[in-house]
């Protein structure tokens, strides 16, 4: 077993010494319910023959359909596919959404690929788990270098497949196939909405508001705009690129065109004159001195090697296990507060959610209903999970698995005792 996904494991256990919930629950959490690995072989522009390797895992359903996210990358794995589904099935309980967990990967670098093969790679992603996924069976949805153009070809697949129109099977998906508006910034939102809910809570109310952000895409750059938007100085940004610095505060919308022309975060350097802003190596970002770090770029980047040299007050997870299990305990003796991934990020499942559900009815709501709908989810979860971690003096990471995981045990208990007659 990874380290992450043990990490993740440990993590729910000892969320479970603060509740009664039976150990039978726990072991039925402690394993995938439903794993496949697919080898897909695709057609490249030169003629010639590739595979990849691809996974997709239905982690738990007790509570419905399960949810999560596709991610195309060279290092993705069947253990990270696991882990992530895991945390799917607690982040939809933790929004209280209707679902349950699942997640799927592809074992490629998106960027070595033609727009064609990418097509034909997503394509083929859906007919390898056609089997699998289905909107009131598993619901994909974007992920880590995948986005609404690749939900589109897929969901268009899948239709194929079926032979009917089926906008629900996936989210993420561009809005004339049926996309919700406010889709695309909403886990950047969620997150913006959780941080504003539990200011004064965890003492930002009065800081210096200077934040650091780690990954610069869809979560990342939006959560960047957000905060600068609302009077925050983003100090540092980094993608894959590196990382730029300057203590007086870049500028969201500039670092969107320096990665656009330059193809990282790092081209804003070359572009402002006046020596304030520095480049350094990406993981350097960490050790500076700041009021509040949004990792947004993968899993286990904060571990117990960098945790020490940590100088932040808050830390808000935008990606999914930014913080390793180890990591968590030497920020918790720091006093650093960290607002776990399951409530963080769980503003893009929301909206996700509220696609299928606009998909389904066929009627499509405005960009302000969607937010109207998402604020309430956020503002309520937070404040149950900061009362949660006051009244049991647990961390808010605790506290969120607490209340996912009672959440989900009450589901399997009002599910009955069918499994005792079934053969
Ligand atoms: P994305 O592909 O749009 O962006 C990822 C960014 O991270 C890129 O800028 C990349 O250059 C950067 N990056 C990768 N490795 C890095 C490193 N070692 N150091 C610095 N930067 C690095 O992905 P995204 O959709 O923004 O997802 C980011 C994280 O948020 C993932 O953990 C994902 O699972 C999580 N998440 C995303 C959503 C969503 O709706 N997009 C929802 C929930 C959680």
Redo the contacts with the bound molecule.
Sequence with gaps: MSDTLAGALSQLKKAASYTDVPDEVLEALSFPKEVLTARISVRMDNGARRSFEAWRCRYDDTRGPTKG?I?FHPDANLEEVVT?AFWMTFKCAVANLPYGGGKGAIRVDPSKLSRRELERLSRAYVHAFASMIGPDRDIP?????T?AMVMGWMADEYSSLVGYPCPAVIT?KPIPLGGSLGRDG??AKGGFYVLNNLLAEVGLENCERRAVV????????TIAAMLHQDGWKIIAV????G?VHDGCGLDPQKLAEA?KEHG?VIGYAKGVSGGKVTTME??EMFALECDLLVP????D?ITKDNAGAINASVIME?????VTAEADKVLEEKGVTVIP?ILA?AG??TVSYFEWVQNRQGFYWTEEEVQHKLRPIMDRESAAIWRLSQKKSITLRTAAYVLGLERIAEAIQAHGTQNYFCP
């Design positions: 996210g991610r992530l949805a974007p992920d880590v270098y986005n993420g909403a886990t780690q990954g610069f895409g869809n979560a990342g750059a980094s993608d894959t690129g990382c990665k990282s990406r993981d947004a770029a993968l899993e980047q935008l990606a999914n296990g930014p991934d990020n893009g499942v």
